[in-house]
């Protein structure tokens, strides 16, 4: 059972660079979430998707970018990274948005140089 | 504006002994809670839900949930050092309030041997 798989799982980029991540999810789960996690801040919700064909901005959504591209993925962009996008990035995924709890990828390790 | 508070920590406890874990939270129409366990560098794992007023045990481990206070609190009996992580404490958003899950920034727990 994969669960919720998310790439890479470590990426160093250069101001300026962008990129995307990653998340895909073999649960049959209806929503999906980014958050970044960072030393004392604890996670912070960038964007969710609640179900397939929506997206929603979370408490920290400026600078990125998301995708719902089917019932499985849920991709992260980040369009022109700046080091304070320096951080860890989870991708969660889960039945319902409210009631069910979350499930959490492995985490992608994002350097800005 | 919706709150998870947790005390930081770090909460140190000897081998055997009970930890006590707790969470309050802003929010009277939340109505699903969890808890979860980040081991360092790891990402959450999730280890307890509870939705109704009470106790809810699952072996060393038992939730507590009493609305009316509006708390939330996690039992490690019998705490080994395998038990020393961050504990996250999340509180779903009332079904009509647009939004997920809202983390606390965890309680970094430390067992010694």
Known sequence: ?113 | QKEVEQNSGPLSVPEGAIASLNCTYSDRGSQSFFWYRQYSGKSPELIMFIYSNGDKEDGRFTAQLNKASQYVSLLIRDSQPSDSATYLCAVSPPNQAGTALIFGKGTTLSVSS
Request: aromatic residues 10%; positive net charge; charged residues 20%.
């Open chain 1, 1 to 113: 059972n994969a669960g919720v798989t998310q790439t890479p799982k470590f990426q160093v980029l250069k101001t300026g660079q962008s990129m995307t991540l990653q998340c895909a999810q073999d649960m049959n789960h209806n929503s999906m979430y980014w958050y970044r996690q960072d030393p004392g801040m604890g996670l912070r919700l960038i964007y969710y998707s609640a179900s397939e064909g929506t997206t929603d901005k979370g408490e920290v959504p400026n600078g990125y970018n998301v995708s719902r591209l089917n019932k499985r993925e849920f991709s992260l962009r980040l369009e022109s990274a700046a080091p304070s996008q320096t951080s860890v990035y989870f991708c969660a995924s889960s039945a319902d948005r409210v009631y069910q709890p979350q499930h959490f990828g492995d985490g992608t390790r994002l350097s800005i140089l």
